[in-house]
């Protein structure tokens, strides 16, 4: 049974950091691109960071850059995502992807608040 569980969520003041963890299970890890995604109340999900199968490219979406970093462990089969001087607009629920040509697989998302 193909599974992705998110955790790591939380409350954190402005400035603070969290770091997610998104473990697979289920499926060919290593062969999928991980993604991070995020969607806060009233806008549409959207992508965050990307990382290569083999963990050897990464991109991020400007609003994240610098700030946040998209990390793997193939043989913990967890993808991660740190994330530091986080600012209330980076409050969203948190999603883990992965994808393999046309298969996508999501896990339920963990809740990220940033406020005093």
């Known amino acids: 049974q193909v599974q992705l569980v998110e955790s790591g969520g939380g409350l954190v003041q402005p400035g603070g950091s969290l770091r997610l963890s998104c473990v697979a299970s289920?499926?060919?890890?290593?062969?999928?691109?991980m993604r991070w995604y995020r969607q806060a109340p009233g806008k549409e999900r959207e992508l965050v960071a990307r990382?290569?199968?083999?963990?050897?490219?990464?991109n991020y979406a400007d609003s994240v850059k610098g700030r946040f970093t998209i990390s793997r462990d193939n043989v913990k089969r967890t993808v991660y995502l740190q994330m530091n001087s986080l600012k209330p607009e980076d409050t969203a629920v948190y999603y883990c992807?992965?994808?393999?040509?046309?298969?996508?697989?999501w896990g339920p998302g963990t809740q990220v608040t940033v406020s005093s």
């Open positions: 992807n992965a994808i393999f040509g046309s298969l996508h697989y």
């Open positions: 990382i290569t199968s083999n963990g050897g490219s990464t």
């Open positions: 289920g499926f060919g890890f290593s062969r999928y691109v």
